[in-house]
C-alpha cells in the first residue's frame, strides 16, 4: 500500500503484471480493486472488488469494501445480498 | 426558504458513484430503468447551458432557455451522444455530452419555433380513447380539452420552465395555481414507471413520442397509448379529490 501510495501509476501496472501472474489471487484482485476506486477509476473497481468475493466468499473484508461500495453507488439490494454473508459469520 | 436535507439513501450515496453504477448497470447488464435515469440526468444540461451563448442579454437568455426546454438538443441528440461516452472515464461524461449539447445554442440565434408535432403528437393520444358513437359530442370535446389542459399543468409546473405565463396570474390565483400543479406532480410519482416515465419525459423535458419510445424500447404506438392511460388515471384520482369537473358521460 505504501508503494502504491508513493507511485500509483507504476505500482498498479505493478499489480496488473502480479495479476497476470497469479489471475486466482483474491488479495490481489481486493488490491487492485480498491486502488482503482480511489483513482475514480469506479467500473473497474467494482469489476475488482468483485472477482475478489467471487474467488473468495469468505474474504470478509473484500465483502464489506463491495458491499459498502454498493451502498453508496445507490445499489441497496446488491449491498444487502453482498453484506449478506458477513452478518451470517457475526 | 426551507433546505431540502438528504434523506434514506440519499446520506450515504455519492453522485459521481451513483452515475458509473447506472453505466455499469446499462452496458454490462443490460438492466432496465439505467438509461432512462441517466437520460433524466444529464438533460439538464442544455438549460442551464442556454444562458451561457446568449451574449450577456438577457432576452436572448429567456429565449434559449424556453427554447432548450421545447426542443433540448435538437431531436434524438442527447441519447446518440450518451451512446458514444466512454464509460470508463464517467467523471468526465458531462463535460462530454456538455460540449455536444453546446454546438446547436452556438449556432443558433434566434429561438426555435414551439414543437407544433409534440401538440399534435398529445391530440392524437388522448383523442385515440375517444369513442365517436356515444354521439354526446359536448361530452368529448370537454373530455378532450380537460385531458389537454392536464399536459399543460404538468409543462408549466416548477420542473418546467414558466415562460411568463405565470406572471399574469395575479396573487389571489397563482397560490391555488401552485396546489394543482403540485397535486398533479404528486400523482405523476405515483404513476407506474412506464407511464410516469412517458409524462416525465414528455412534458417537462419535451422529447418527442418516439424519443421516449426508443428509450423505454417499446413502439411509438405504446407510448401513445401509455400516455394516455397516465392522464386518464391522473384525471379519476384529481377528481376524487374534487380538483376537476366530473366526466360529463
Not at chain 1, 49 to 78: C, K, M, W
Not at chain 2, 133 to 141: C, H, K, L, Q
Not at chain 2, 186 to 215: C, G, W
Request: proline residues 5%.
Amino acid at each position: 500500500m505504501q508503494a502504491i501510495n508513493a507511485n500509483p501509476e507504476g505500482q498498479l501496472l505493478r499489480v496488473e503484471n502480479l495479476l497476470h501472474e497469479f489471475p486466482d489471487d483474491a488479495r490481489l484482485h481486493f488490491l487492485y480493486g480498491s486502488t482503482l476506486i480511489g483513482d475514480g477509476r469506479l467500473i473497474e473497481g467494482h469489476r475488482a472488488l468483485t472477482r475478489a468475493v467471487e474467488i473468495a466468499p469468505d474474504f470478509a473484508i473484500a465483502r464489506f469494501q463491495l458491499g459498502f461500495f454498493q451502498l453508496t453507488s445507490g445499489e441497496p439490494a446488491s449491498a444487502l445480498q453482498t453484506f449478506g454473508q458477513v452478518l451470517q459469520w457475526c | 426558504m426551507t433546505q431540502n436535507l438528504p434523506s434514506g439513501l440519499d446520506i450515504v450515496t455519492r453522485p459521481r458513484q451513483v452515475e458509473a453504477s447506472l453505466w455499469r448497470r446499462l452496458r454490462f447488464e443490460n438492466q432496465s430503468g439505467c438509461r432512462e435515469a441517466i437520460f433524466r440526468n444529464y438533460t439538464p444540461s442544455p438549460r442551464n447551458s442556454a444562458p451561457n451563448f446568449a451574449g450577456g442579454s438577457y432576452r436572448r437568455a429567456r429565449r434559449f432557455r424556453a427554447a432548450s426546454i421545447r426542443r433540448p438538443s435538437g431531436g434524438d441528440r442527447p441519447l446518440r451522444s450518451l451512446a458514444r461516452i466512454d464509460i470508463r472515464r464517467v467523471c468526465q461524461a458531462k463535460n462530454q455530452s456538455h460540449r455536444r449539447w453546446s454546438g446547436p445554442f452556438k449556432r443558433s440565434r434566434r429561438a426555435i419555433q414551439p414543437a407544433a408535432a409534440h401538440q399534435l403528437e398529445r391530440l392524437r393520444s388522448v383523442s385515440s380513447g375517444v369513442s365517436p358513437s356515444s354521439g354526446d359530442y359536448i361530452a368529448e370535446v370537454s373530455d378532450l380539452a380537460i385531458a389537454l389542459a392536464l399536459g399543460l399543468i404538468i409543462e408549466q409546473s416548477p420542473h418546467g420552465d414558466i415562460t411568463g405565463e405565470a406572471s399574469s396570474i395575479n396573487g389571489y390565483h397563482s397560490r391555488d395555481w401552485q396546489e394543482l400543479q403540485h397535486s398533479v406532480l404528486r400523482e405523476i410519482d405515483r404513476l407506474p414507471d412506464n407511464e410516469k416515465t412517458v409524462l416525465q419525459q414528455h412534458y417537462l423535458h419535451d422529447v418527442s413520442f418516439k424519443l421516449i419510445a426508443d428509450m423505454l424500447k417499446v413502439s411509438k404506438g405504446r407510448v401513445s397509448q401509455l400516455h394516455r392511460a397516465a392522464l386518464e388515471k391522473i384525471r379519476a384520482r384529481m377528481n376524487s379529490m374534487s380538483k376537476l369537473c366530473p366526466k360529463s358521460r
